[in-house]
């Protein structure tokens, strides 16, 4: 059913009109032919109800009037409701696809590089700034008359003597203005070479100056500081390592900053190791939704995600801010002084039982020498329309650091955490607060400074390392040798001390030496009392914070 302009009924009901001639001179206006008034002449009359009035049922007109309390139909009603719900539906779809946009926009600038803030970049350099043009030390010619002068008048003869062209009278007129002008322009000048020896110039000249020696004295100030830290920092003093990383990782977050990811770093002088904690963005932040759908009866659902969509989209973004603050700490070191960096992410939620870990990278610095951590170009460049939304597999950001052997949890969703490989507690940590590549170093550190060269390491897991190494004749630790390393409380059986035996008979290696935190047992003892054993040596781990207090002059702790 239509309606008119003012609100009647345009139903196909015939109305019967008080004036049609009304009605058929607005038609001839309009140049339409009005249709067969059916109370013409010859034309059959509209049959008519009970009490006279027009059929026309279907619209509920009569004599020109709505009847009173008709409205719109059911069917109508249903079609304006459906309308609605499908701009709602239109509506909550568009706000889904706003919260993907920022996602991806976040993963695009996450992947950016980072600007190096070693101190070669944080020096400040003064630049004297001169005293106004327009003050005392300005140097001003003193007006002269040839500036002045008006040009000669042309000559009607020239053969004419000159004295008959300084006869002229406009001449004359323009020499004797600019005379005054002259004479103007002298007695300003010298006026102001008056008031630039007044006092109140030489106290401008005077503060002028202050104001640039307080300036020069700031800046060379400030890059002494920055030396003295350059010192302590080559000094591997924690305090000037661990604000050198900060600094360097709060301004890799300047292209983020509205995703708030801070990193705080600890170092320890004991394994030259930075170990960072990062805080993680909330899970909320990845949509859970692809959108909205209207269903037949006119209820809005919402679309959900796969759960493995969203927990990949999660783990992108955790790789690129990983990357970001490896890439910092490493960049910033330029005196490498760092030899291993560790990162822990960890997502604090509000009410938590506590924070979770859900990536952990333990990466030596060949480690992160070898990988690319962030573009040089084109970040993280698109491959068949896909983006930022490839597969995880291809991702590389995520690539990039299973590259360097990190630990990533499954499913962050679900809550399931990773083991972090070290904890950022004491600057002297203890055996088994160490990670992997920590401890690494730290025996390699040992053993090297007392006499053994070529350290060449053949197997490395979270527990130890095998490795071998050769030393100098006359050296603490001479020939060649097989050290097998090991960490944790648990006792050191006699079975052990046969395999390294073995270990050292198949690399035709002179001695063996069997190293742990923990204890031996008195069987282990005894076997290498024997004549057959004596080439095997054991240190545990009270010779362990010996070898440490004496080669590297730094203790290790007791444990925990």
């Known amino acids: 059913m239509q309606y008119s302009a003012d609100g009647q009924s345009e139903g196909a009901a015939t109305t019967r009109f008080p004036q049609p001639g009304f009605l058929a001179s607005v038609f001839r206006d309009l140049g339409v032919d009005p249709a067969p008034d059916p109370t013409e002449p010859g034309e059959p009359a509209t049959p008519a109800d009970g009490d006279g009035a027009t ?25 304006a409701a459906h309308g609605r719900a499908a701009a709602l539906t239109h509506h ?18 996450a992947a950016l590089p980072v600007s190096a803030m070693d101190f070669e970049s944080q020096l400040r350099h003064y630049e004297p700034r001169p005293y106004p043009v327009a003050g005392p030390d300005a140097i001003e010619p003193e007006p002269r008359w040839e500036d002045f002068a008006p040009a000669d008048p042309p000559a009607a003869d020239p053969d004419a003597a000159p004295t008959r062209r300084l006869l002229d009278s406009g001449y004359q007129r323009e020499l004797a203005q600019a005379r005054l002008t002259h004479q103007r322009a002298l007695r300003e000048w010298r006026t102001r070479q008056t008031e630039a020896g007044a006092p109140a110039a030489d106290e401008s000249r005077r503060v002028h100056e202050e104001a640039e020696a307080a300036r020069a004295r700031a800046v060379r100030e400030y890059n002494e500081s920055l030396e003295e830290c350059r010192r302590a920092y080559r000094l591997a003093e924690p305090a000037a390592v661990e604000s050198l990383l900060e600094r360097a990782l ?11 990811a801070p990193c705080r770093a600890v170092f320890r002088p004991l394994t030259r190791t930075a170990v960072l904690d990062l805080d993680l963005p909330p899970l909320d932040l990845v949509p859970s939704l692809t959108g909205y759908r209207l269903a037949p009866d006119g209820d809005i659902h919402p679309v959900p995600r796969p759960p493995a969509d969203r927990a990949t989209d999660y783990l992108r973004l955790v790789a690129r801010l990983a990357l970001r603050a490896l890439q910092a700490a490493d960049a910033v070191d330029t005196e490498e002084i760092l030899a291993g960096v560790v990162l822990n992410g960890w997502l604090r939620e509000p009410g938590g039982a506590g924070p979770l870990c859900l990536v952990s990278v333990d990466a030596d610095r060949d480690a992160l020498a070898r990988t690319r951590l962030l573009p040089a170009a084109a970040p993280y460049e698109e491959r068949d329309g896909e983006g930022v939304y490839a597969d995880a597999e291809q991702d590389e950001a995520l690539v990039r650091l299973r590259q360097l052997g990190a630990a990533v949890t499954p499913d962050p969703y679900a809550r399931a955490g990773v083991e972090p490989a070290a904890l950022a507690g004491a600057a002297v940590p203890a055996a088994p607060d160490l990670s992997a590549n920590e401890f690494a170093q730290l025996v390699r550190d040992l053993l090297t400074r007392g006499g053994l060269a070529e350290w060449s390491v053949r197997l490395r897991g979270p527990a130890g390392l095998v490795a071998t190494g050769e030393g100098a004749p006359g050296s603490a630790l001479p020939g060649r040798w097989v050290v097998w390393a090991s960490r944790g409380a648990a006792e050191v059986a006699a079975e052990e001390i046969r395999t390294l035996a073995e270990a050292v008979g198949e690399e035709s ?13 008195d069987e282990a003892l005894d076997l290498t009392a024997e004549e057959s054993h004596r080439h095997i040596h054991l240190v545990d781990g009270d010779g362990v914070r010996e070898l440490a207090m004496t080669h590297l002059g730094l203790p290790l702790a007791t444990g925990r």
């Open 55 to 79: 059929a026309g049922s279907s619209t509920g007109i009569t004599g020109g009037q709505q009847i009173p309390g008709d409205g719109p139909s059911a069917d109508e009603e249903s079609v």
């Open 92 to 109: 909550r779809t568009l706000t889904v696809q706003a919260e993907h946009d920022r996602l991806a926009d976040l993963l695009r600038r």
């Open 250 to 260: 709060a301004a890799a977050e300047t292209a983020t900053q509205d995703l708030p």
């Open 509 to 521: 290696a002179e001695r063996g030496l069997r190293l742990t935190t923990g204890r031996f047992t």
